[in-house]
């Protein structure tokens, strides 16, 4: 079979690349260890209502000051629906499903997650702005998705 000098070269350069490609994903994952973002923390999804930590869920101030909001979504509810924050501090979303994938997102603000059932997603965002925000599941989740929805009440920063 006659194979044209130029498609050669190019099957080369391709040929390269992807081992080049895959060589960079082989390395930053098994030597520096780089993922996708995510927080892998398991959680048996039938026990979050018995867990310590789910069967509380709220907001909650740590000693040290930092505020962490755990949360359990289930169809088709968040628990809590209203939760009340403060403007300027950093505050970690602690948060599971005991059922569906549903998604968490505060509306018009970066807070933006997905709720995986059998995992605690974990993202910290701080709202800048007071005011009140809506927090929306925003993964299809079944017949009463759209009524999945709850209150960010964000409140002045302290003086
Ligand atoms: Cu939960 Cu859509």
New binding site residues.
Partial sequence: MNVDLYEKVWMWIAGVLIVVFLGAIIVTAGAQAVHPPSHVETINPEEVWDSEEFSSAGVETLPDGRTVVTMV?E??YFEPMEIEVTAGKSVTFRVTSTD?I??LMVVGTNANAMVIPGYVTEFTVTFPKAGEYLMV??????TL?HE?QGLVIVNEEEA
Wanted: glycine share 14%; hydrophobic share 35%.
């Fill in positions: 979504a169809m088709f569906v549903h998604g599941c925003h993964e299809y989740c079944g998705h999945m």
